[in-house]
């Protein structure tokens, strides 16, 4: 997990944020910083060696106080601008969820549906994954996939290597196989 650069970094926030109590709130911080930088014209922008530092460090104060970043985080994100490391922030995010998840004994869940699934659908989907692993949390995320047709599919475990598909789009191809059709093309 540490043995890359974006691995050692997410590790050092994790461990700042978890001996200050603010782990949860660091977490969220992530997620912030994720949608922000996963704008193109933004991660550009920072990215761009030709722009000042004193340019790039007005834009993340400005950032800091429109969306209320933890200070650490805030003074975290301007180190790797400072050591010429942004290109890296979305390694780091990845990183640093594997980090909170590994230290909060927590595990991801990707569920792609069709249509924005209910929260109480997502509540029970969560409570069928904490009971299949054993995990103390499940955190879901979700993304909406139009190719399953109907129905949905999580992903959990070690990089998502677990698949429950209780998708229509897996059921047409099972029958398919079955009747020994081939390859099942279905119109959306």
């Known amino acids: 997990m540490a043995d890359s650069a974006a691995g050692s970094y997410a590790s050092a926030l994790a461990e700042v944020a978890k001996s200050n109590g603010t782990l949860e709130a660091t977490s969220a911080d992530m997620d912030k910083i994720d949608k922000l930088f996963s704008d193109p014209q933004v991660y550009k922008f920072f990215v761009n060696p030709t722009i000042d530092l004193e340019k790039k460090r007005k834009v993340i104060d400005d950032i800091v106080s429109t969306s209320s970043l933890q200070p650490h985080t805030a003074n975290f994100v301007n ?45 029970q989907i969560a409570k069928g994954v904490q009971k299949l692993t054993g995990a103390k949390n499940v955190r879901i995320k979700t993304v909406i996939d139009p190719s399953l047709v109907a129905g949905f599919t999580i992903r959990y475990g070690k990089d998502g290597s677990k698949l429950i598909d209780m998708s229509v789009k897996k059921q047409l191809e099972d029958i398919a196989a079955q009747l020994d059709i081939g390859d099942v093309q279905l119109a959306v």
Do not use: C, G, P
């Open 79 to 123: 180190i790797l601008i400072d050591m010429k490391r942004i290109e890296l922030v979305k390694e780091i995010v990845k990183e640093f969820e594997v980090v909170y998840n590994k230290l909060t004994d927590t595990e991801l869940a990707i569920v792609s549906s069709v249509v924005k699934l209910e929260s109480q659908h997502l509540a």
